[in-house]
DNA sequence: ATTCATTTTAAACACTTGTTTAAAATGAAT
DNA sequence: ATTCATTTTAAACAAGTGTTTAAAATGAAT
């Protein structure tokens, strides 16, 4: 492993765990056992540096949904495809939600301009699938992008509360982890009477 | 208004735009015009300020919420009201949530240890209301804690997620609003299609 | 063996941070 | 008018920040 990937994987580690603010250069540098000033030889500054892992962290975990979301497959079967496969990467990254929430909300458009963020909130081929069905009488009319917010209100949110739904039920990591597996038929069901007519 | 309550009201601004990391006292002190030193004459430290602040400003969210859930009304009209005014104190507190959130993921101690968490995320009396409607057959069996969830979930994460959703939709600040108001309904029934036997 | 670009190092820089100090101002009670 | 606790001020402190500098080490190409 070179220092470049060094840094980015302890850098990675740290900025999830505590965000930006408060990670500094020399604390990346030292659990990458290599010397500060390397930080400013690969990447020309922690903003860049920061940068660079928004895009690498969103980059992988939304793909594979976003191909979920446009694949043309009937809707509850890509409603619990989405949702099953969307809520086993956020198990995988349990940070993963807060740290898009903190950039967004620090740096808007630092998020925004990124071309992974339409990866990360798109909806368009979904929208067109919600209003076929409903002209073939299949579900009630609905706002695709109320419904979409739905959707992924019901997955992400609980992740983001994390600490509180762990403290409030006692619960282990794995009774976490089983609590929120659980989310996946309820939050399917959720959506499914929803949409019917 | 005395030293103290302008340290407070000038805190509370700024905590609530850009966080406890990037809100130094300096520029607290500024926006108050007192002197730095006053800071850590009446608040010990910063981080005993910041504690009081998120005191007040859950303290004021969440007192009227907690009422509504735990009232003796139909469990509809419920469901209904609680919707209904969370989203309303949201849209007049549009950046609670992520505050809420940013605590919670730095200090969750710091949020769990205050008496009003509890306001913030507590079921017991409405979890017997769900127990009992099932019970007496009204609505099919839940389990409480993931219903409640998806209440929360539904009502408060586009307020986390307002930057993207103004961006991606190009919204006004109004426009943003409306389809906030718009999903009182959108979620009530979506919470209700769900209860049913 | 020498050259030379790449990579690494230690040290310093300029700046900001939260907090403390000790003196000064204020204003009500005697 | 004096006392004295409360409040305010300016200045300094110690520590941490991201970044830069210039010298040193490395290692492949000549």
Chains 1, 2 share one sequence.
Not at 132 to 143: C, F, Q
């Amino acid at each position: 492993m070179n220092t470049q990937e060094k840094i980015i994987e302890s850098a990675t580690v740290l900025f999830l765990e505590k965000g930006f603010d408060r990670t500094s250069v020399r604390e990346i540098a030292s659990k990458a056992n290599i010397n500060i000033s390397l930080m400013n030889y690969y990447f020309r500054s922690k903003e860049i540096l920061f940068e660079t892992i928004i895009d690498l962290l969103i980059g992988k975990a939304a793909a594979s949904l976003k191909d979920i979301l446009d694949a043309e497959i009937d809707l509850n079967e890509k409603i619990s495809q989405y949702t099953g496969k969307y809520i086993d990467m956020l198990i995988r990254n349990p940070l993963l939600v807060s740290f898009v929430l903190a950039v967004l909300n620090r740096n808007p458009e630092k998020l925004i301009k990124l071309k992974v963020t339409d990866n990360l909130y798109t909806t368009k081929k979904f929208s067109q699938q919600l209003n076929n069905e409903y002209l073939k009488g299949n579900i009630k009319k609905v706002d695709p992008e109320q419904f979409y917010l739905n959707m992924l209100s019901l997955i992400s949110f609980p992740f983001a509360m994390k600490h509180l739904i762990i403290e409030k039920n006692q619960f282990s990591q794995e009774e976490f982890d089983r609590f929120i597996t659980e989310r996946k038929e309820i939050i399917y069901n959720t959506l499914i009477s929803y949409l019917k007519p």
